[in-house]
């Protein structure tokens, strides 16, 4: 598979992962296309992957951690082309309020999982880390969910 296949097919479902990581989405374009530039440096190596999307996708959740750690300057949107890439939910969704309040690592977790459809095994290929590390971050991310819900509801 070219490079410029790949792209055209899989950039929706980048698209659309890298807006649920981070809820904005003019960051999730950049996270995509600096990712994208990345990819095509190295495209030789990652063709011959097992699977070039999950390897294409770790290199977001990877951009996505290491977002912070580095300064970046606010991009302005220029023109508005078609990027097929959803809008991030409502803000007056609580429950996307509550899944922006978790750690980047839990928020990453939670999105594989139920976003992705990822083992936990998978997820930990895409962190870096083990499978236990996982069940412990998505156990504290669904534990802090379930309290603010808990919480919501009793205020309501």
């Not at 939670?110 to 880390?129: H, M, N, S």
């Not at 412990?136 to 379930?146: D, E, H, I, P, T």
């Amino acid at each position: 598979m070219e490079f410029e296949e790949f792209a055209t097919a899989r950039l929706p479902a980048l698209s659309r992962y890298a807006v649920l990581l981070c809820g904005d989405r003019e960051q999730a374009r950049d996270m995509v296309q600096e990712v994208l530039a990345r990819a095509f440096l190295k495209w030789r190596r990652i063709a011959t992957a097992d699977d070039p999307y999950a390897y294409v996708r770790r290199m977001l959740t990877n951009e996505y951690l290491s977002w912070l750690r580095r300064r970046r300057l606010p991009t302005v949107p220029v023109d508005h082309d078609t990027l097929p890439a959803p809008q991030p939910p409502d803000s007056s969704d609580e429950l996307w309020k509550l899944l922006g309040s978790l750690p980047r690592q839990q928020r990453a977790v939670i999105v594989l999982r139920y976003y992705e459809g990822l083992t936990d095994q998978q997820i930990a290929d895409v962190l870096g880390c083990r499978s236990g590390t996982v069940r412990g971050y998505a156990s504290r991310a669904l534990s802090a969910l379930r309290i603010e819900l808990t919480e919501v509801e009793v205020l309501s």
